[in-house]
């Protein structure tokens, strides 16, 4: 699959609204923080913006989403569960809908737990994954329950043509700090961190990340893997006990 161009467009303190071509002079977003920034990049890119991608209510996400609308008209997509908590929505989609973006499809695939309406994007080999699903770690679990929030990221991690993870949040470097502090005999994850640092250093993000990486190497997508449950002490417990036990660390982290 041709990669899809995407450009991570800083928003806010530490978000990223995804910006993509969708062919003839249109663009599309997925969760514009603030209107400013994307203007910016559509300015820069000679593009006019076609649609708005939401995948969850939460401000940092949306707070862009009716400015760029009433600039450029373009359609606002969200979830059908949150329209009450949402900006006026064109386009209210739920699991299994697909949209049509110019060259492109969208597939939307409902994934609760950190909240109870949250949606990702699939576009080409592109997963746009909100608050779901992190580099080297997941959301918090606000509105959902533990069990609901592992199976959300157990569909993730099998989807099979998302070959490059794009996230809400620049949370690598924290998160692989609690991926170390986990398993500090993992040369891959420290690996990961030096690059990540150099990334950072050159102002550079350290996204799209690859979810094969993140399949390796994300201890939230393995929950299962009889490997880090040993090492966690954790042997026997089920997929979702495990993630609530990791989950629960990190927040305490
Ligand atoms: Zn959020």
Redesign the pocket.
Known sequence: MTPLPVSPVPCLSDNYAWCFATGEGEAAVVDPGAAEPVQRWLALQGLRLRTILLT?H?GD?TGGAWGLHQSTGASIVGASADEHRLPPLDWAVQEGDRLELGLHRARVLAVPG??SGHIAFVVGDVLFAG?ALFAYGC?RVFEGSMAQMWASLDRLRQIPDAARLCCGHEYTSANLRFARHLEPERDELIDAAVRCIGQRQQGLPTLPASMDEQRALNPFLRCDEPELQAVLGLEGLSPSEVFAHIRGRKDAF
């Open positions: 969850h939460h996400h950190h909240t608050d959301g």
